[in-house]
């Protein structure tokens, strides 16, 4: 199949791994991915904020860059972005007048997926482990991002997925389906409110004893990432496409400082051995050698 | 989202008075409310309580999904017949021996209560908890012209003898615990001394000797209405604690306040909302005390009965088809429950008879967007969905959210008229704040951030562009790799977060590279995988050795 990937704006901007990773799952399945270039943003951040009209442009520029090119299916690695696409982008072209933007953009969401939803419905992934060789040998937990479980009702895919992989120990996130606290401009219009919904987020987090918190919205995972090195909390965040990618051959670094660049061939490193994954013996932080690429 | 026209007159809407006006910003006040440690621990318990009770009964309902369709459908009809719908139930409430009063807004209301107690010669009067009466103000209305209205409801009763104000919809004491009421008994209670203890029971036990006294003496009641049914001119009230029926059957002149949107059509629709309402409010099957009356029965309960229909800024809602829905609230208090933002900031915060997520998209509709500070109040979501998905009418309050923020930008940006300003001096900008609004505005922080924004982000090309400055982001993190400090606007992520280093390199400008070393990829991964070809439903297990 031939697949175009719509990287998000935050993604393509600061987590340039997880769209690499959702390229590297895609094409190890034998799919070909192209990027449409003319790609921006899903006009989210615009929306909702209140600036329809500035978001229209913005409307505008996706539905062409994904009318022009020629694939099968989109997908994103983002439940919000993908859930703008279809619940704001018709909206905001009819807020705009123009009806027949609104109908394109419907069948342009029509045709886009999340990134579970593809490797799910689409595609007939159920075991990251058998079918992708997935393999990452650590303690997670999982966030369920809003939009995707309530606006495009993924339900458990990106969690039976997640717990689908090779060497993965998963523990259950208590009161999973409470917001984060990030909400696009809400983190800092209304920062206190948001960051106490983050440290009890965090609290919950750490209760696991997981290393790693994942989920399936990078805007999500930056916000608690970010909370959370503020905070000096041992756990991080990682984007489940970045779990799904790492294999034994190449399986994903998460010691050392953090790097959100792509990695060049040359630094590739050998498989490190498994850490233990007790939730008493947290990472070490000031560990060493390798740049980690969690977020 | 419906868009009918619905006929509506040209006249500019009246706005809503009284106790919807937030008097400080929201983000100002949660602020402040958050101080209070004890006050989150209390609504934190009280709404995971609450909140896993409804999920409880709501789940043992197979049907739920179809009442909640038939309940919002209901309301979408009573919406757009509301005139010939009023005129119906007043019709038919006159014809059962009541009066009827028409009340444009809350002093209106309040005119119109006052010479209706008055006229009975007594000054104290008994309540059932209502939330019209708490929106127009009416309490201190009474009090002004020397007439003492008495609570009956234990949690309204505890709001009012510790002098405090609401801060929930269907629980207004949430805020406080039991050994903070045993503290309020005591001091406002004389009939109470040392041995009340703070178990519910005893609380409760010494409410109602406080009460009963209150009940047998008083003549004139003054209650809300859950639902006016139309055909029949019957007012409904819903309770658990059965003083509201001792309100509604005991005194000689019963005075019920209720919004011009709470009608239902038929008798029967009846059944669809006394399924949502209790299941969705305090996650019970059925609620303890359903109590209906149409007109006068001589010689049994109140012979003189009045309702008073009001207005108070529920036509100006009516008149946005993209907002009106928010009219459909059957005030169950679900959205509240579930809201991580109340549970965080409290009801106070939201500075309305109307918290949490339906208050932030009713108090500024009923006030005008541009009252006060209720223009913030819009903002007072992370747009987490969690509401919608409880309310058992379908409002969609996210989207209405967002329509009001646009409403806001537009406001400000000199695109709409500016609402009338509310008539109490305290809260308004006074005139130079209300000059200060008329006049074009300079871009404000984030109107010149989302101009800039739009620009770049609706064209890829300009977006490789601006991400060739990554590099610089990276320099200002520095050898820890994370910005923790940033000016102006983005000072409100960086005061609680870190940002952490960009990348050297955007994905799309990698890709420019990049994008043929398939075979590379692949390779470094272990190799490649081949699912079999998908048959949606029927998946396989099967997989490739690496």
């Known amino acids: 199949m031939r697949i175009a990937l719509f990287a998000t704006c935050i993604v393509d901007a600061l987590y340039p791994r997880v769209a690499l990773a959702t390229v590297r799952i895609l094409e190890r399945l034998g799919h070909e991915v192209v990027f449409p270039s003319g790609q921006g943003c899903c006009s989210q951040m615009h929306v909702n904020s209140g600036y329809l009209d500035d978001a229209l442009p913005v409307v505008r520029n996706h539905v062409r860059a994904f009318t022009a090119a020629d694939y099968d299916v989109a997908v994103a690695p983002s439940g919000s972005c993908v859930a703008s696409l279809g619940h704001q982008q018709p909206m905001v072209a009819r807020a705009g007048g123009d009806e027949d933007l609104a109908r394109m953009a419907e069948s342009v969401a029509g045709n886009t997926y999340e990134l579970s939803q593809l490797l799910v419905d689409v595609l007939g992934v159920t075991d990251a482990a058998g079918q992708l060789g997935s393999w990452f040998p650590h303690t997670v937990t999982y966030h369920p991002s809003c939009h995707g479980m309530r606006l495009l009702r993924l339900d458990d895919r990106q969690k039976d997925l997640v717990r689908s992989v090779g060497g993965l120990d998963y523990v259950e996130l208590p009161d999973a389906d409470e917001c984060c606290g990030f909400g696009g401009t809400f983190s800092f219009k209304n920062s206190d409110v948001s960051a106490a919904m983050a440290e009890e987020k965090i609290e919950n987090i750490v209760s696991t004893g997981a290393e790693l918190c994942t989920g399936g919205d990078a805007s999500c995972l930056l916000h608690l990432g970010g909370a959370m090195s503020r905070r000096g909390t041992e756990a991080a965040t990682v984007h489940f496409a970045e779990i799904l990618a790492s294999t034994q051959q190449n399986p994903l670094e998460i010691s050392g400082p953090v790097e959100l660049s792509i990695p060049s061939p040359s630094s590739r490193r050998p498989c490190p051995p498994a850490r233990p994954s007790t939730p008493s013996t947290p990472a070490p932080t000031t560990a060493p050698t390798a740049d980690r690429g969690v977020l | ?546």
């Not at chain 2, 101080?35 to 621990?41: E, G, L, S, V």
């Not at chain 2, 009066?99 to 008055?118: C, F, G, K, P, S």
């Not at chain 2, 703070?198 to 003054?222: G, M």
């Not at chain 2, 109307?354 to 109040?377: K, R």
């Open chain 2, 1 to 546: 989202m419906s868009r009918t026209a619905l006929g509506m007159p040209t006249i500019r809407p009246v706005h809503g008075h009284g106790n919807l006006h937030a008097d400080v910003d929201f983000p100002t006040a949660a602020k402040e409310e958050m101080a209070n440690i004890q006050m989150r621990a209390n609504i934190r318990h009280a709404t995971h309580t609450i909140r896993g009770k409804r999920a409880r009964v709501v789940e043992e309902l197979p049907d739920w999904q179809e009442l909640r369709t038939a309940g919002s459908a209901l309301k979408e009809q009573v919406m757009a017949n509301l005139p010939e719908l009023l005129e119906q139930f007043e019709k038919n409430f006159t014809a059962r021996g009541g009066t009827v009063h028409w009340a444009r807004d809350a002093a209106e209301a309040n005119r119109i209560i006052t010479e209706l107690i008055e006229a009975t010669g007594t000054t104290d009067v008994i309540k059932v908890k209502s939330m019209a009466t708490a929106e127009i103000d009416l309490e201190r209305h009474l009090a002004e012209h020397g007439i003492t209205a008495t609570e009956t409801d234990l949690a309204e009763l505890i709001v009012q003898l510790g002098h405090d104000r609401s801060s929930h919809i269907l629980v207004p004491a949430i805020h406080k615990n039991r050994h903070e009421i045993r503290d309020i008994f005591l001091s406002e209670m004389p009939e109470t001394d040392d041995s009340l203890t703070s178990e519910p029971r005893d609380l409760a036990e010494a409410a109602r000797a406080h009460l009963r006294e209150k009940f047998l003496s008083t003549s004139v009641a003054v209650s809300g209405a859950n639902f006016g049914v139309t055909e029949t001119g019957t007012l409904t009230v819903v309770e658990s604690e059965g003083n509201g029926r001792m309100c509604l059957t005991l005194p000689d002149t019963l005075i019920t306040v209720m919004g011009i949107e709470k009608l239902v059509p038929t008798f029967q629709d009846l059944e669809v909302y006394l399924q949502l309402l209790p299941r969705s409010s305090t996650g019970e099957r059925m609620n303890p005390y359903t109590s209906m009356w149409t007109g006068v029965t001589p010689g049994d309960g109140p012979q003189d009965v009045h309702v008073v229909l009001l207005d108070n800024g529920r036509s100006a809602v009516l008149a946005d088809p993209a907002g009106r829905s928010a009219l459909h609230c059957i005030r169950c208090s679900a959205c509240l429950n579930v809201c991580p933002v109340y549970e965080q900031a409290g009801g106070h915060a939201y500075g309305s008879t109307y918290p949490g997520p339906i208050g932030a998209i009713l108090s500024p509709q009923m006030t005008g967007i541009t009252a006060a500070e209720n223009s913030s109040l819009p903002y007072a979501s992370s747009l987490c969905g969690a509401c919608y998905d409880v309310c058992p009418v379908k409002i969609n309050i996210p989207e209405i959210l967002v329509h009001l923020r646009d409403e806001d930008v537009r406001t400000r940006h000199g695109e709409r008229p500016p609402t009338e300003q509310r008539p109490t001096e305290e809260a308004s900008p006074g005139l130079a704040g209300r000059l200060f609004r008329r006049l074009p505005r300079v871009p404000s922080e984030m109107d010149v951030m989302m101009k800039g924004a739009s620009t770049v982000m609706s064209s890829g090309r300009r977006m490789a562009l601006a991400e060739k400055a990554l590099p610089l982001g990276r320099a200002l993190a520095g050898r820890d790799r994370a910005i923790s400090w940033l000016p102006g606007m983005a000072g409100g992520w960086t005061d609680e977060r870190d940002i952490p280093a960009p990348p050297r390199e955007s994905f799309r400008n990698w890709w420019a590279d990049h994008a043929a070393e398939t075979e590379d990829r692949v390779r470094q991964d272990g190799g490649s995988r081949h699912v079999p070809a998908p048959d949606r439903a029927d998946h396989t297990d099967e997989e490739d050795s690496p």
